[in-house]
T-cell receptor, first 114, second 111 residues
Framework: DARVTQTPRHKVTEMGQEVTMRCQPI?????VFWYRQTMMQGLELLAY????????DSGMPKDRFSAEMPDATLATLKIQPSEPRDSAVYFC????????????FGPGTRLTVL | AQSVTQPDIHITVSEGASLELRCNYS??????LFWYVQSPGQGLQLLLK??????LVQGIKGFEAEFKRSQSSFNLRKPSVHWSDAAEYFC?????????FGTGTSLTVIP
C-alpha cells in the first residue's frame, strides 16, 4: 500500500530553534507539494517541486523557510529560526505529472513553536 | 484570478439525511476538479475527481459530485449521511502547474 510518509509526526520546539520536516513521496511520483494548515488561514501551498526542481515557492516566507529535494525519495522543509506563528500542521503531498493533477497526502507534521 | 469558493463554512445534518456541499470555481477554462476529505488529525484523502466526460462522477464512501459548466460548480452529494462522514471537506481545482484548494466545509453529523 503505497503512501506518503512524513517525519516527525509531532514536533515541539522553542522559538529560534531550527526545525526540519521530512517527506518521502510515493515511489515513482515526481511532483511534491508542501502545504501548511492553520485554523486561521486554512490550507496554504508553500512550495511545489517537479522532478526535484522547485517550480513555485511563492507561498513560502523566504527569509526563514527553505524547501529542498536532495533526491527523488526525500523532500525537506526547514524553518530557521522558528517562530510561534509557524505553529501549524505541515502536509506533504506527491503526485504524477499527468493531466489529472491528483495529489496524495501524507499524515502531516504538527509543529508547535513555544 | 483563479479561485475556489466553498460558501458553507460549517454544515450540520442528521444521520441518514441527504447532504450537498457546494463548490464554485472561477477559471477561464474547465479545470480538473477534486473533492478531498480530511478526518480529524489526518491528512487529506481524495473522494472523487472530474476531468471530462460524464458530468456526474462517483467516488468512494458513497459520494458523488456533479459538474455544471453553466454554473461553474462542482457540488458534492451523498444520499444518506453516516456518523463517520463527519469531517472537513475540501474542493480543489487543478490546471497545469496550478492547484487551488477551497477553504473547506466542516460537516457535523448528529444522531
Amino acid at each position: 500500500d503505497a503512501r506518503v510518509t512524513q517525519t516527525p509526526r509531532h514536533k515541539v520546539t522553542e522559538m529560534g530553534q531550527e526545525v526540519t520536516m521530512r517527506c518521502q513521496p510515493i515511489l515513482g511520483h515526481n511532483t511534491v507539494f508542501w502545504y501548511r494548515q492553520t485554523m486561521m488561514q486554512g490550507l496554504e501551498l508553500l512550495a511545489y517541486f517537479r522532478n526535484r526542481a522547485p517550480l513555485d515557492d511563492s507561498g513560502m516566507p523566504k527569509d526563514r523557510f527553505s524547501a529542498e529535494m536532495p533526491d527523488a525519495t526525500l523532500a525537506t522543509l526547514k524553518i530557521q529560526p522558528s517562530e510561534p506563528r509557524d505553529s501549524a500542521v505541515y502536509f506533504c503531498a506527491s503526485g504524477l505529472v499527468l493531466a489529472d493533477n491528483e495529489q496524495f497526502f501524507g499524515p502531516g507534521t504538527r509543529l508547535t513553536v513555544l | 484570478a483563479q479561485s475556489v469558493t466553498q460558501p458553507d463554512i460549517h454544515i450540520t445534518v442528521s444521520e441518514g439525511a441527504s447532504l450537498e456541499l457546494r463548490c464554485n470555481y472561477s477559471y477561464g477554462a474547465t479545470p480538473y476538479l477534486f473533492w478531498y476529505v480530511q478526518s480529524p488529525g489526518q491528512g487529506l484523502q481524495l473522494l472523487l475527481k472530474y476531468f471530462s466526460g460524464d458530468t456526474l462522477v462517483q467516488g468512494i464512501k458513497g459520494f458523488e459530485a456533479e459538474f455544471k459548466r453553466s454554473q461553474s460548480s462542482f457540488n458534492l452529494r451523498k444520499p444518506s449521511v453516516h456518523w463517520s462522514d463527519a469531517a472537513e471537506y475540501f474542493c480543489a481545482v487543478g490546471f497545469g502547474n496550478q492547484f487551488y484548494f477551497g477553504t473547506g466545509t466542516s460537516l457535523t453529523v448528529i444522531p
